[in-house]
């Protein structure tokens, strides 16, 4: 079975995390979608998403299997779309998770409609706004731990931690030295060269992705994954940093997201619950006003690029747009456009040129080429945004 994801009517309410990236590229628990779909079917999917996009996520041009980008799998969702004939389309609640179309190679999701439909009976996760992240992120953790270390042995951890249940799995090159690190709510996944520097305290469920570092002293609570290449300090609780990214002081993140690329300043918080304890509402790029998200505890949404000062206040349930840089005294507006500059004194446009040149930078120092591709995408993030730019 050759894969192709494509994206529906979630890349654009799961903005602005899916500006730079389809749906299936977002991380959460410890794969991105994409990832957890190649480890069921043993090849590399490839996507179908927004054409600006499909330089650095290319379709594949033999795929005959076509599934929902923001669909989790699972062995029994997999099982029904493995399973399903040239010319039949899968279903659930009228929502389209899977589609073989046959000969009609290059059928799109507006044509659908002329397949046999087959129901999906079964449970799933599938992301729909930002919070669903962390909101889901928990339950995504626990299945890619099962996922990534059924059948395999974990390695050593340094007798010097102090270790609460038997529910972790160690990857080769960890270095943990006098932490803790309690797995009785939930499993602890450590990645490849990863570190937790001393003295830090974690609880599951939890993940640490490879090559990513836990700095002295920090406190992690469960329902978090840092992802790979990232460092991170101080007080961090339900929360997912996508990868390439720093928030290596102290400081509060919590119910909440981070994209690719960010860096939070030293002593930098968000708060998740209003003084009210009323419902948390969030931006929303569609309707261009604040959605009620339902939920009580909501953070920080950051997507790629952006960046923040030391001292940087956070409202309850913040958007910061892609590659937005905040900084200065106060609390800033609770959306934050695309390519702000600023903070609650006001803001002014981030032009591209001066973008670019903080960007390359930043690439350099992980040893990545910020090449056209890269640039390309984030020009056309910038001409998109351009109207949420009212400074």
């Given amino acids: 079975m050759i894969i192709n994801l494509f994206d ?14 389809p749906v299936a590229d977002l ?55 493995s399973s399903m004939n040239a ?3 899968l279903m ?36 729909v706004f930002p919070e669903d992240i962390f909101k889901f992120n928990d339950a995504e953790l626990r299945k890619d731990f099962e996922l990534l270390t059924k059948g395999r042995s974990s390695a050593a951890l340094s007798g010097t931690n102090t270790v609460l249940g038997d529910h972790i799995f160690i990857e080769e090159g960890v270095e943990a030295e006098c932490s803790t690190f309690n797995t009785l709510n939930g499993p602890i996944y450590l990645g490849e060269n990863a570190q937790v520097w001393e003295g830090c305290h974690i609880r599951g469920s939890f993940a640490l992705c490879g090559n990513s570092q836990i700095k002295m002293g920090s406190k992690i609570y469960g329902q978090t994954t840092i992802g790979p290449f990232s460092r991170v300090g101080g007080e961090i609780n ?4 996508w990868g390439y990214s720093s928030k290596g002081h102290e400081g509060y993140l919590g119910n909440a997201v981070m994209g690719q690329w960010c860096n939070i300043g030293a002593d930098s918080n968000n708060s998740n619950l209003k003084n009210n304890y009323a419902e948390v509402k969030l931006w929303d790029y569609p309707t261009e006003t604040f959605r009620k998200t339902g939920l009580q505890f909501c953070g920080l949404i950051m997507a790629d690029h952006a960046k923040c000062g ?18 200065g005294a106060g609390y800033p507006r609770n959306f934050i456009p695309d ?3 600023g903070g609650a004194h006001g803001f002014e446009a981030y032009s591209l040129e001066k973008m670019f040149e903080t960007t390359e930078k930043v690439y350099e120092r992980r040893n990545i080429d910020f090449n056209q591709v890269e640039k390309d995408i984030l020009t056309e993030v910038f001409e998109l945004t351009r109207r949420y730019r009212h400074f």
Wanted: charge should be neutral; glycine fraction near 6%; proline fraction near 5%.
């Fill in 8 to 21: 529906d009517s979630a890349w654009i309410t799961l903005r602005p995390l899916t500006f730079t990236r």
């Fill in 310 to 327: 030391i001292n940087t206040m956070f409202n309850t349930g913040t958007v910061v747009g892609v590659s937005a840089n905040v900084f």
């Fill in 92 to 127: 659930k609640d009228g929502l389209v998770i899977a589609y073989k179309p046959g000969n009609s190679q290059y059928l799109t999701l507006a044509d659908v409609s002329q397949l046999k439909p087959v129901q999906f009976t079964s449970s799933f996760t599938r992301i």
């Fill in 87 to 89: 010319g039949e389309v």
């Fill in 339 to 341: 390519f702000a500059w």
């Fill in 238 to 241: 339900n929360a997912v940093i």
């Fill in 27 to 81: 991380r959460i628990g410890i794969l991105t979608i994409a990832e957890k779909w190649n480890k069921y079917s043993d090849n590399v999917a490839g996507y179908r998403t927004a054409p600006y996009l499909s330089a650095k996520y290319p379709e594949s041009s033999n795929a005959d299997t076509y599934i929902n980008s923001a669909v989790c799998p699972d062995a029994s969702l997999y099982d029904a779309v």
